[in-house]
C-alpha cells in the first residue's frame, strides 16, 4: 500500500490506519476544535461497522453524533424486490445465485434459506461471473443472479451481462436492484425530520463514479461532504475535516480519501454502467420511492433482465409492524431504540435487513453489544477495539453470535 495521509501524520502500511497513538492525536485535534454541537451523517454500513467497533462515536467530543444512514445495500433492498427473488427461486427450472448476505434477508414470511430448504435450488456465490459460469454449465436450467447494491457493486453486474450477451448465453438474467447514492442523500436533506449538517461519503462508491455529483448537493443544502475511507483514522480523519468545515462555516466537498479516490473515478466502469444500465426510480425499503435513485437494464439489454422474463406480477409484500428498521435507516432512532432490537429480533430470527446484513447498522449494534444506551457499552473480547486500545476499557467475555452468510456485499 502506498504512503497516505491522515490529519496531517504519514502513514505507509495498513496497520497504521488501526495506530491507536495516531487516532488519539486525531480526536485531539477534533477536541480542540469543537464548539457547538454538530450530527454528521456516515452513507456507508461498513464505516458504521468501523465506528461502532472500535468505539470511535464514544470518544468523540461531547455533542459530536454520527448518525447512521442508509448505507447498508442488502438493507435498503425494497421488499417488494426481495419477494420477487423468493417467487422466481421457488421454479423448478430456476437456478438462483445470490450472495450469501441475501440468504438471511426477511421477505414477507420467508427468506432464500427457506425457500432452499424447500427444494429451491439457491447458491452462494462470490460473483456474478460464477452465475455466469453456472449458466453455462447448466443450459437447460434458468440461472438468475440476484444484482443489488450501490455503485461500487453495478460495475461487476453490467460487465457480467455484458459477457453474457457477448457469448450468447441465453439462459442468464439479472433481478437488478442497485441503487445511487447521491439521490438519497437529497432525499435525506429535504426530510422535515432532517438533523444531518454534514456527510461522510463512501469512498468505495466515489472509487467508481468520482466526486463530480456531490459538489452541486454541498452548494444546494450548504453542507460538508466529505469522501472518507472505512479505517478508524480514516473515520476520523473524516469526522476532523467535516467539522472543521461546520467550524468555519463552509459547505465543499473534500476528498479525504484521495489514495483510493481519483475525482474522476473509473472511467472504464462509468462507461460500463452507462452502456448497460438506465437511471430509473427506485424503492429503498423503510424509506420509500427515491426519484432517479436506481439503474435498471437498459432497453437493449431487457431479455437479461429476469423480472421481464419471469414476469412476476401479484405480490403482496408486508413488513413485520414491530420492526422499526425504516427509522434505523433514516437516522431518527438508534438500533437499541428499537423494542424489538435484540429480544424479539436478532441475527437469527431477524425482523429487518438491518440486524442480518453484515452492513446493517442493527447487526453493528448487536454484534458489538450496544444493547442499551452508547456510554458505558460493553465491548466483545478479542475484538480490537479503538476504544479499548486508547482508554484501556475492559472487555466483555462473551462474544456475540456469528451473523449468518457471507458478508461480500
Known sequence: MGAGCTGGYEVK?????????????????????VTRPWALMEVCGGQTHSIIRHGIDQLLPDGIELIH??????????????????????????IFCSYGDMLRVPGTGRDLFQVRSEGGDVRVVYSPLDALRIAQQHPERQVVFFGIGFETTAPPNAMTVHQAKK?????????????????AI?????????????????????????????????????VPIVVTGFEPLDV????RRAVRQLERGE????????????????????????????????????????PGSGWRLAERYREFDAEHRFSVTGIDTREPVECRSGEVLQGLIKPHECEAFGTTCTPRTPLGA?????????????LYRRLGTTSGAV??????????????????????????????V
Open 236 to 239: 476520523l480523519e473524516g469526522v
Open 13 to 33: 502500511y495498513i496497520d497504521e490506519f488501526q495506530d491507536p497513538e495516531l487516532a488519539r492525536r486525531l480526536l485531539d485535534d477534533i477536541h480542540a476544535i
Open 186 to 222: 437529497e432525499a435525506i436533506m429535504q426530510s422535515e425530520s432532517c438533523r444531518v449538517q454534514g456527510f461522510l461519503a463512501a469512498g468505495h462508491v466515489c472509487s467508481v463514479m468520482g466526486t463530480g455529483e456531490y459538489p452541486p448537493l454541498a452548494e444546494r443544502f450548504r
Open 354 to 366: 438491518t440486524m442480518v446484513s453484515s452492513e446493517g447498522a442493527c447487526a453493528a449494534y448487536y
Open 251 to 290: 459547505h465543499t466537498v473534500d476528498n479525504a480519501y484521495a489514495r483510493v479516490v481519483p475525482p474522476e473515478g473509473n472511467p472504464a466502469a462509468k462507461a460500463m454502467l452507462a452502456d448497460i444500465f438506465e437511471v430509473t426510480d427506485r424503492a429503498w425499503r423503510g424509506i420509500g420511492v427515491i
Open 379 to 408: 465491548i466483545p473480547s478479542g475484538t480490537a477495539t479503538m476504544a479499548a486500545r486508547t482508554s484501556g476499557s475492559a472487555g466483555s467475555t462473551s462474544e456475540p453470535a456469528p451473523l449468518e452468510g457471507s458478508p461480500v
Open 167 to 183: 457469448l450468447g448465453i441465453g439462459n442468464f438474467s439479472l433481478l437488478v436492484s442497485h441503487v445511487r447514492v447521491p439521490p
Open 69 to 94: 444512514g442508509p448505507g447498508c445495500p442488502v438493507c435498503v433492498t425494497p421488499l417488494e424486490v426481495i419477494d420477487k427473488a423468493l417467487e422466481i427461486a421457488s421454479r423448478k427450472d430456476v
